[in-house]
Each structure stands twice: as C-alpha cells, then as structure tokens.
C-alpha cells in the first residue's frame, strides 16, 4: 500500500526577517490545514498511510484528530516516536527514519532552511516542498490538495524519478573537510556569531555562491539573478564578490525590500570546480539563509557545486502522468 511522510515546521516562519521585512505569515492552525488537506487528497489517490513529524504544536495529532472528528479519515495516520529537541535536528531525524521506512514521498511544509534540513537525509525519496517560511526558494507556493494529489501518485509509480528533478547542491569544505551543504545559496558575512541563526543585514556580506538565481527568487540568491539567470536545470552554479568599486544593483534579498548592492566579481562555477575562500577574519557562512559555519582568521572554505541534491517532485509533471495512468479513473 502506498505510504507518504509529512514533516511540518511550527517554527518556520517566525524568524529574525520578519521584523526587517513584509513577508507573509502562514500560522501554525494554517498549517494543519493545509495537512489536512494533503491526507484527503492522497488517500483520495490510494494513499493508505501517512507518517508525520512529531513536533511542538503537534500538527500531525491535530490533523488525525480533526479529520476524525469530522469523520472524513480514512487512512492511517503515525506520528513518529522519538526525543524531540524542537531544533531543525528534528527535520533531519524524522526525514531520515521516514527514508529508512520507505514512504514513497516526503512532503516538507517550510523555508529554505527545512528542506535543506530534511535534503540531508532523503536520497532517494522523492521531495515535495511547500513554501511556508521566510526564504522560499526552493519550496513553492502549493495548494494542500496538489501537494497530497501529487505525493499520492508518486509514491505509487514504478518510477518516481520520471516526474523528479535532481537538485543541485552546494557543499562546503573547511580547511580540506566537508562541514555542511545548501540547496540555493551560501553567503559569506562578516558577522562572528550565530546569534538567531537568519542571516539579513546586506551590508555585513561579502561573497554569494548558488546553484541558480533568478531576480523572482526573494532571498540572497537574487543579487547574482539580477545580473545572471541560472536555472535548476542548468549544469553549473555562479558567483559573486560584494564591494566596492563594483556595479550598482538593487535586489529582493526579503519581501518588500529591494537593497542597493555593489557587485564586484562575478563567474561561473562548473560542477566540481572548487571557489576558495581564504578567511582574513572571523567570518560566517550562512547556508540557504541561515548562519551555519563559522570560520576563523587563516581558515579556507571551498564551495563545490554538484547535482547530487534530493530528488525534487514536479507536482504538474507527476499529476499530469496520474491522469495518464488513470489513477484518476473509478469503475
């Protein structure tokens, strides 16, 4: 019977941007909702088995018990047993054990930052992320019903990876060893502490590296998309130096702010092709958005872009080969 897993982020959304920003709010009774909606649409497609992360707001057992109460459940609803810290360490345990249990598909409901978390873990399960942070780069906007429609047929075709795309990532090395990856961006600042983690003072940044830009793309990713577009599909990433002298540009780094920036340097970087950077100073490496890395004076980080990211559900391609399939179709 075909299974999927869901991992909701109650604390997606509410970061430090949030005051230096207009950026949408999405709740966390917002956030059931839109579970709710996944869970009929999926068991509406033969879904018989949803797996949920445990968190703080208990969105899994509010789903399960809502649904039950309005008598429209029909599947079976898990909600993962284990320690949970209320950290991002919860995304990446519940995507691990939901890989380890085989669901056919995971559906993230978060920022950059959860399904970066939650890419760590999946290999081969098909990713589906809905955007409800901050940086939504990677998620989109996504209607529950899509997302349940879309996670339902992929876990039941033979092959789950026609309707994927395989992400790029950024991995990031320090002094030779490898230290964490990125699924949009890396940015270097100047900051020396992790402080509350996001990262959004302009100002205090010095190189970006990506895996694609766009200037739609709202977040730090769009100060090389206003200068150079680089899609998902494209077989290289970019780069930029920040300062001055260097071309004057404005660019969406948060929702509602278009901030004047100076791009010094900019180039291509090939898949495997290492970008160095060599620390003068304490430093910061903030990954899809968030503060992560701390380099030291002398340290030397390299960012290398490959395609070996998560498999990344195309929610149109995946119903449009549901239909195909029949899936929709009733005796």
Request: hydrophobic share 40%.
């Amino acid at each position: 019977m075909a299974r999927i897993g869901i991992i909701a982020n109650p604390a997606s959304g509410k970061d430090i941007r949030r005051l230096v920003s207009y950026a949408t709010t999405i709740d966390n009774s917002e956030k059931v909702n839109i579970c709710k909606r996944a869970v009929l649409a999926a068991e509406a497609l033969g879904v018989r088995d949803v797996v949920f992360m445990p968190d703080t707001f208990t969105i899994g057992y509010s789903v399960q018990y809502q649904l039950e109460d309005d008598k429209v459940l029909n599947s079976n609803i898990e909600v993962l047993d284990f320690l949970m810290d209320g950290s991002v360490k919860d995304t990446e345990y519940a995507a691990g054990l939901m890989e380890d249990m085989g669901v056919g598909c995971v559906i993230v409901l978060g920022g950059d930052g959860t399904s970066r978390a939650a890419a760590k873990k999946l290999k081969k399960t098909p990713l589906l992320s809905i955007s409800t942070g901050t940086n939504n780069v990677y998620p989109t906007m996504m209607e529950g019903t899509v997302a349940g429609m879309a996670a339902a047929a992929v876990s039941r075709m033979e092959d789950p990876y026609s309707v994927c795309i395989r992400d790029k990532r950024i991995e990031i090395y320090v002094n030779g060893e490898y230290r964490d990856m990125a699924l949009i961006d890396a940015v270097i600042s100047d900051d020396t502490y992790v402080g509350a983690k996001a990262i959004w003072d302009p100002k205090r940044m010095k190189e970006i590296i990506v895996s694609r830009c766009h200037p739609a793309a709202i977040g730090f990713s769009s100060v090389p998309g206003v200068q150079r577009i680089v899609l998902d599909s494209d077989d290289f990433g970019y780069a930029v130096s920040l300062g001055s002298p260097g071309q004057k540009v404005v660019a969406p780094i948060a929702a509602g702010v278009l901030s004047p920036m100076e791009i010094s340097d900019a180039r291509q970087l090939e898949f495997g092709e290492p970008w160095e950077y060599h620390a003068q100073q304490p430093a910061m490496i903030a990954l899809d958005g968030e503060r992560e890395v701390k380099l030291f004076a002398g340290d030397t980080a390299q960012f290398v872009i490959q395609r070996n990211g998560p498999w990344r559900v195309l929610p149109r391609e995946a119903l449009a080969k549901a239909a195909s399939l029949g899936m929709y179709k009733r005796p």
